[in-house]
């Protein structure tokens, strides 16, 4: 006999029990009811199934990070989907988006349904995928169904994906059906410091903040032109913040990377290559403009950029040296500490990690702790502190350039798709998660 579709057998049911859910008006101790990996109810339930006191534990959306490099296929030592998916659950991300510039590089059908089989075999946290624009492939991008987007890179950096040409980006603008990602910075002027500045071996002197702002301001012309929405990637400079108070408008987003916010170039200047990424560490007015970005509404969301490359990889010359960090596992933990020190609200934190990238990117039912949506949570105590340790590391590329570094609060659980997959410190469940479904 089947029975009816309220209480089917398989049914799986969890309750969280008396966390703390926060929200635009405020913070309220209640219940959460989990059915079939969906929120169906907030507020006292009476306790079905599997149920976990929470005791005053904050929850939160699950983190979205919308800009990871996983490495796979093509460079595994540095990281894969399921290495990447466990970091992930420590710093309580449950959906990433992974960029293109893999070898081979992720520019057609063909690419990307590869990544979505390895996805699917073995990654924890749920994922989507961003291709890669060249200048000849927009007509075929535009066949492509259910991605994130289109990453356009302007500026040299990992991988062979550039667009240095204002004729073709212009076109890729005009052409595209999709939200393009900008890699902002104009490869003439990268080319023109890296001749005026070769002789300092300085990243930030051989990739001037006028590159990248140059590269904004174009993009933003096109995007008006054309009237196509683009989202910039990794604002660094005061410079960029300078021309979005004048011309953001409701076709550009933007997000800012912590690596920007928590170190700036006095970090490269002491640890050489750790601190060698693009966009490159800046100074500290340029820190200061990202922070009040944040703080004032102008910055859209916090995304990681995580670029993992292995110690081996980074302790060479600086010009043989690659580009990138890893980030994906310590971007909550820094921010939820600077949000717990007074430096943003934690409605905003949560707005810029959560709710906005979801919005932002289209994601169905992801980035609110609301009944139909998703149950990707969460759970944080704000009372313990630790500190983050390169052993601790779960990205197999197993470093952080914020080693040492002290944190008050600490992700005590993250729940994808309604399992608890991490909890304590360990990984608990390794079922594969699943592919966002794009708006
Ligand atoms: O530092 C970076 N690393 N910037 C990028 O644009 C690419 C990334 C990588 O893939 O290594
Ligand atoms: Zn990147």
């Known amino acids: 006999m089947s029975l009816p579709n309220f209480a089917r057998d398989d049914m799986t049911e969890l309750t969280l029990r008396q966390g703390t859910i926060l929200s635009d008006e405020g913070e309220s101790r209640t219940d959460i009811r989990i059915v079939d990996g969906k929120i169906a109810e907030v507020g006292e339930v009476s306790p079905g199934g599997e149920t976990i006191d929470l005791d005053g534990l904050l929850v939160m959306p699950g983190v979205i990070d919308a800009h990871v490099h996983v490495r796979e296929p093509g460079a595994t030592h540095k990281e894969n989907f399921r290495s990447v998916s466990e970091a992930a659950l420590a710093g309580g991300v449950t959906s990433f988006l992974d960029m293109p510039n893999n070898n081979p590089p992720t520019t057609g059908l063909e690419a990307l349904n590869e990544k979505r089989r390895l996805a699917a075999e073995k990654c924890l946290v749920n994922y989507g995928f961003f291709l890669g624009a060249t200048s000849t492939n927009i007509a075929e991008l535009n066949q ?11 500026g040299s950096s990992t991988g062979n994906l550039l667009i240095d040409n204002l004729q073709d980006f212009a076109r890729i603008v005009a052409e595209t059906d999709k939200l393009l990602v900008l890699h902002a910075e104009n490869e003439q002027l990268l080319r023109y410091f890296d001749e005026i500045k070769r002789d300092t071996a300085m990243h930030h002197e051989i990739r001037d903040n006028v590159a990248a702002a140059v590269s904004v301001a174009e993009s933003h012309l096109l995007s008006e032109r054309f009237n196509k929405r683009i989202h910039i990637a ?155 340790l390169n052993e601790n590391q779960r990205t197999k590329c197993s470093w952080t350039p914020f080693h040492g570094t002290e944190l008050k609060g600490k992700v005590q659980m993250t729940i994808v798709g309604g399992r608890v997959k991490y909890r304590e410190g360990n990984v608990v469940d390794n079922t594969p998660a699943n592919e966002i479904r794009f708006a």
């Open 144 to 154: 492509i169904q259910n991605v994130a987007g289109i990453k356009v890179y302007l």
């Open 234 to 388: 990794h604002l660094s400079t005061k410079e960029e913040i300078n021309i979005l108070r004048l011309h953001k408008t409701e076709r550009m987003t933007c997000e800012v990377c912590p690596h920007h916010l928590f170190m700036s170039y006095q970090y490269f200047k002491e640890h050489g290559n750790l601190g060698k990424m693009n966009p490159p560490l800046r100074e500290e007015a340029s820190v200061e403009a990202l922070w009040t970005g944040i703080q004032d509404g102008l910055v859209d969301i916090i995304s990681t950029d995580h670029a993992p490359h292995t110690l081996d990889e980074k302790e060479t010359d600086y010009w043989a040296a690659p580009c990138g960090v890893p980030g994906i596992e310590t971007s909550l933990p820094l921010m939820l500490d600077a949000a717990l020190g007074g430096r943003l609200s934690m409605p905003r934190l949560q707005k810029i990690m959560c709710t906005r990238p979801a919005e932002i990117f289209g994601m169905k039912g992801k980035g609110r702790v609301v009944p139909g949506y998703d149950a990707d949570l969460c759970i944080i105590d704000r009372e313990a502190s630790h500190k983050i």
